[in-house]
């Protein structure tokens, strides 16, 4: 089936620090998703992202859907406590609602 | 407006019993979708439903997996006999029109033994 390759797994990071993940995919997505899931709740949409070079903000978020359609990345900067979570990529293929999903980033900050 | 609500929100089970996990969507949403997240793993569709009717079920693992939707308002999903391999969380998601971003519940983290 198709597939996201979500990258990093995890990271570890001070507070205050830059982040960085994003995910690839060998097929081309009309849409690309991100979300961010908090211990016990759900997936909640941080950015969605509809057109190839689309470049998108929301506060300290920033994702942008890749030239090739095949890639997606997030960024979130001066990280602070409240960031930490898991965050999931999630596109889709054409007309297909199906979400393709990531495995997850999962974020820690350092005390 | 109250979000899409999920019951139970934990079930330990013994392999071979029954489990039946209930999703209540977001009111008017007529799109309601069932995944599920195997520890670690990447969230995967089991089904979608519009109203009352299955719009596609290809991501059910197999035939011990039942979903219903009835009168098109909550949904039930039902795994019987339980089988280790079924441990995860299961979220269920609603939107208005089935282009629409869904909104998640809190997830039913089940756990087979």
């Known amino acids: 089936g198709q597939q996201l390759n979500q990258s990093p797994q995890s990271m570890f990071i001070q507070e205050g620090e830059d982040v960085s993940m994003n995910c690839t995919s060998s097929?081309?997505?009309?849409?690309w998703l991100w979300y961010k899931q908090d211990p016990g709740e759900g997936p909640v949409l941080l950015i969605a992202l509809y057109k190839a070079g689309e470049l998108t903000s929301n506060g300290r978020l920033t994702a942008q859907f890749g030239i090739t359609r095949k890639d997606s990345f997030l960024n979130i900067s001066a990280s602070i406590p409240s960031d930490v979570g898991i965050y999931f990529c999630?596109?889709?293929?054409?007309?297909?609602?199906?979400?393709?999903w990531g495995a997850g980033t999962k974020l820690i900050i350092k005390p | 407006e109250a979000g899409v609500t999920q019951f139970p929100s934990h079930s330990v089970i013994e392999k071979g019993q029954t489990v039946t996990l209930r999703c209540d969507p977001i009111s008017g949403h007529d799109n309601l979708y069932w995944y599920r997240r195997v520890m670690g793993k990447e969230i995967k569709f089991l089904l979608h439903f519009v109203k009352e009717s299955k719009q596609d079920e290809s991501g059910m693992p197999n035939n011990r997996f039942l979903a219903e939707r009835t009168g098109g308002t909550y949904s039930t999903l039902k795994v019987q006999p339980a089988e280790l391999e079924d441990s995860g969380v299961y979220f269920c998601?609603?939107?208005?029109?089935?282009?629409?971003?869904?909104?998640f519940g809190s997830g039913t983290r089940l756990t087979v033994v």
């Open positions: 998601a609603s939107s208005q029109d089935w282009q629409g971003v869904a909104t």
């Open positions: 999630a596109g889709q293929l054409g007309s297909n609602y199906q979400l393709i």
């Open positions: 097929s081309i997505f009309n849409t």
